[in-house]
């Protein structure tokens, strides 16, 4: 059976930084408030670039970084929440402008789970075709769907995309155990983009996006119970020990929630890089943001056992064991 390895690793994140104290000019809130209640100090925000211009940047940076022609890439996945339009697709988006002619392109929306199923797909679809190479990006802006005067949620996101270049090969396995599930019950929990039909004919007017509106104590508790569940379930079932796990890889949302996920697995914290202090939480771009971060900074080495977990939007959890 083919076997599919990551080639390569890239992030991208706009330039424009914007600190808690900064938000705090703007609405009622404190450096102290937020940086003790999640973790976050900053996050960066993306200025006339939209999604698909972050994720092009990635796609670029992973072709350039492997150096191989864009007519070998069979696929490109993009997982967003915050698509630049309905249709075309950001994948769409960016197979025209990186020009990969083969590439067939689309998005998924699982929100900050969306790069792990992204991923799982890519490597399942990979292995029943005859794709070379597939790049599968988490990319957000998801500063144009916050209500900036909403205090509850404006201080938790930010912008950025990041992903991998995946190639089919007859020798190197990446992919030991994916556990995918979703909340669609508790989907009401945290909401973005939403719209309504219209209420009769003609509309009187034009249908409007709603932003985004979390029950940000039901989130908390869904990530604290169901993370820790999926990581056990997919490493129960691959016969890996969570003692083996060199790095778990967490959705950087809070870092009260992935305190307590170490607990609950029983894990040493140093287990658990972080980098939502910087970036806050860009979901979908989050898992493979600080996979890109560490593999920048020499942290990734082949034969490492690394464990991805995504959490949000649907709601929905995926995990997934990668072997470097
Ligand atoms: N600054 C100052 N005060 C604030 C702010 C703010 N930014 N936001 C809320 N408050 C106030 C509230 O109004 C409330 O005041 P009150 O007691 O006078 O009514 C008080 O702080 C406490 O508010 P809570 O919402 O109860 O605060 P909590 O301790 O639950 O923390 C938080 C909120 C950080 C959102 C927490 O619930 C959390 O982290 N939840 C998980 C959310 C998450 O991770 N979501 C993302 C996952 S999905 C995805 O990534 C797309």
């Known amino acids: 059976m083919k076997k599919v390895k990551i080639n390569q690793i890239a992030g991208y994140a706009p330039a424009y ?29 993306s200025l006339n670039e939209n999604t698909s211009v972050l994720c092009t940047k990635v796609a670029q940076q992973l072709i350039d970084k492997a150096q191989i022609s864009v007519d070998e890439i069979g ?12 249709t075309p697709s950001t994948a769409a988006l960016v197979q025209g402008q990186i020009k990969a002619p083969n590439a067939v392109a689309f998005d998924i929306s699982a929100a900050c789970s969306g790069f792990i199923y992204g991923m799982e797909i890519a490597q399942k679809m990979m292995r029943m075709s005859d794709f070379k190479y597939a790049i599968v990006i988490g990319g957000e802006v998801l500063s ?24 089919a090969n007859d020798n190197v396995e990446a992919f030991a155990g994916t556990d995918l599930k979703t909340f669609g019950d508790l989907g009401d929990q945290l909401v973005a983009g939403e719209t309504n039909p219209i209420g009769g004919f003609p509309p009187a007017k034009f249908t409007t996006f709603h932003p985004f509106k979390m029950d940000g104590r039901a989130v908390y508790k869904f990530a604290t ?48 890089p972080n980098n939502m202090e910087r970036y806050g939480n860009t979901s979908a771009a989050s898992v493979p943001l600080l996979l890109a971060e560490m593999n920048e900074n020499g942290e990734l080495h082949a034969g490492q056992t690394i464990v991805l977990s995504g959490f949000g939007g649907g709601l929905t959890i995926g995990s997934q064991i990668i072997k470097l």
Request: glycine fraction near 4%.
């Open 75 to 86: 696929l490109i996945i993009v997982a967003t929440m915050s698509p630049d339009a309905c």
């Open 17 to 45: 930084t914007v600190s808690n104290d900064d938000l705090s000019q703007i609405m009622d809130t404190s450096d102290e408030w937020i940086s003790t209640r999640t973790g976050i100090r900053k996050r960066r925000i």
């Open 225 to 272: 119970t169901e993370v820790p569940n999926s990581i056990e379930r997919v490493c129960d079932h691959n016969h890996v020990s969570l003692d083996d796990v060199d790095y778990f890889i967490l959705h950087q949302a809070n870092i009260r929630i992935i305190k307590s996920i170490a607990k609950k697995l029983n894990q040493p914290l140093t287990k658990f």
């Open 144 to 167: 144009k769907e916050v209500d900036w005067t909403d205090r509850t949620s404006a201080v938790l996101f930010g912008d950025g995309a990041a992903g991998a270049l995946l190639e």
